[in-house]
């Protein structure tokens, strides 16, 4: 009898242990510092500045895999616009964090693409490349902050015009100039960005194969990947090939060479001409296997 009340007791004990945690997990989705979410997004807001960080404090502990709550996203576009940078900043993170991004935070962040801290513009024209449904509307103010002083921005804009796709074709011209672009991390953006508009094949893929000769690896490996990117989405980039060719044989860069090797055979029959040269690859222990498979697709085999 005394061992069948004690086992109800540590039955009992062991029931309320749990109800208490999992009323503290639930506690910890729904509150930070004693205070609601909800109520956090009322004080984003109405409240003033250091409302407002506390705020936006509450709204990271939260986590960027929480769905949006109500009004959180109009309380972050109020507070993008406030005059502390640290907050203009951390609102902006936020909104980043939601992917896809809410159509309705556009012209907001075009505003902050104007905004005196480097930090709040880049992140504006990341989210500009993760709107929900990508359309041309954010393109000219991103080609305005292509020419942003600060490098991070500028990459910051080719990446979300490669996230924009097909709907960015009026930036061609100003991604063709970003790959002459001092900075390297620039270079290889513009280069990824021509790749997802395959529309623009005709002037990049001349472009591109310029861009192979640049004393970079990075640049050239950039290049190359590129190419690879616009036939695989379809687009003519045969003029290419003897560019990436001469590349197989001649540059000194493993990677930019097996890069090279998998764009021509990304490109197929019309390669044949480089076959040679990637048979050559085969003896290269680093490069047989790009060169294998890029060989089978030229001859028109199964990968």
């Not at 609601?36 to 705020?55: F, H, K, M, N, P």
Request: aromatic share 4%; with cysteine; glycine share 6%.
């Amino acid at each position: 009898m005394k061992k069948r009340n004690a086992v109800r007791v540590l039955a009992s004990v062991a029931l309320v242990c749990l109800l208490a945690l999992l009323f503290s997990g639930w506690r910890s989705h729904t509150y930070f510092e004693g205070t609601s979410y909800a109520d956090w997004i009322v004080i984003l807001q109405e409240g003033d500045t250091s409302e407002c960080r506390r705020a936006l404090r509450a709204l990271e502990h939260r986590g960027s895999r929480s769905a949006r709550l109500p009004g959180e996203i109009a309380g972050l576009i109020r507070s993008i616009h406030s005059p502390d940078p640290n907050i203009r900043a951390r609102s902006a993170g936020l909104l980043f964090q939601g992917d896809p991004v809410a159509a309705e935070t556009v012209p907001a962040m075009i505003d902050a693409l104007g905004d005196k801290d480097p930090h709040v513009r880049m992140t504006a024209a990341r989210v500009l490349g993760f709107v929900s449904s990508p359309t041309a509307v954010g393109v000219p103010a991103l080609i305005v902050a292509s020419k942003d002083p600060d490098w991070r921005v500028r990459e910051s804009t080719a990446q979300a015009l490669g996230k924009i796709g097909p709907a960015a074709a009026d930036a061609v011209p100003r991604l063709l100039e970003l790959l002459k672009d001092p900075e390297k991390m620039v270079r290889w953006d513009a280069a990824h960005a021509l790749s997802e508009i395959p529309q623009s094949a005709p002037l990049s893929v001349p472009a591109l194969c310029e861009l192979l000769k640049n004393p970079d690896p990075f640049a050239r490996d950039g290049a190359a990947w590129s190419l690879e990117r616009i036939s695989y989405k379809g687009a003519d980039a045969s003029s290419a090939i003897p560019a990436l060719t001469a590349t197989v044989e001649n540059d000194r860069d493993r990677m930019v060479r097996g890069r090279a090797i998998r764009a021509l055979g990304q490109i197929g029959p019309p390669a044949s001409t480089a076959v040679p040269v990637i048979e050559k690859a085969l003896e290269n222990e680093e490069l047989r296997e790009d060169a294998a498979t890029a060989l089978r697709r030229i001859r028109g085999e199964r990968p």
